[in-house]
């Protein structure tokens, strides 16, 4: 079993930076991938970025270049660098981890991008 809680969001201006951050617990050996999804109100929940136990990523196309998935081993972590936000980012973002036969999902935190 693995908890997953993510902290970090908040209310940012356009242009600004968040570092979303994601903390496991329990389990975590097998761990497979690690990811970021993101769901805004009346819209389909999305892959915003991903990485692998190698550390291969993964992002959606409307976060390249602006978004940096990463992970540290040691500390059970995975973060989410934001940078050049816009409006659009506006979401609930939820932390994301597999392992063979099983899938967790944190809470969601709150990012909002407005003036």
């Known amino acids: 079993q693995v908890q997953l809680v993510e902290s970090g969001g908040g209310l940012v201006q356009p242009g600004g930076s968040l570092r979303l951050s994601c903390a496991a617990s329990?389990?975590?050996?097998?761990?497979?991938?690690m990811a970021w999804y993101r769901q805004a109100p009346g819209k389909q929940r999305e892959l915003v970025a991903s990485?692998?136990?190698?550390?291969?990523?993964n992002y959606a196309d409307s976060v390249k270049g602006r978004f940096t998935i990463s992970r540290d081993d040691v500390k059970n972590m995975v973060y989410l660098q934001m940078n050049s936000l816009n409006p659009e980012d506006t979401a609930v973002y939820y932390c994301?981890?597999?392992?063979?036969?099983?899938?967790?999902w944190g809470q969601g935190t709150q990012v909002t991008v407005s003036p």
């Open positions: 994301y981890c597999n392992r063979p036969g099983y899938a967790y």
């Open positions: 990485i692998s136990f190698n550390s291969r990523t």
């Open positions: 329990g389990s975590s050996f097998s761990i497979n991938l």
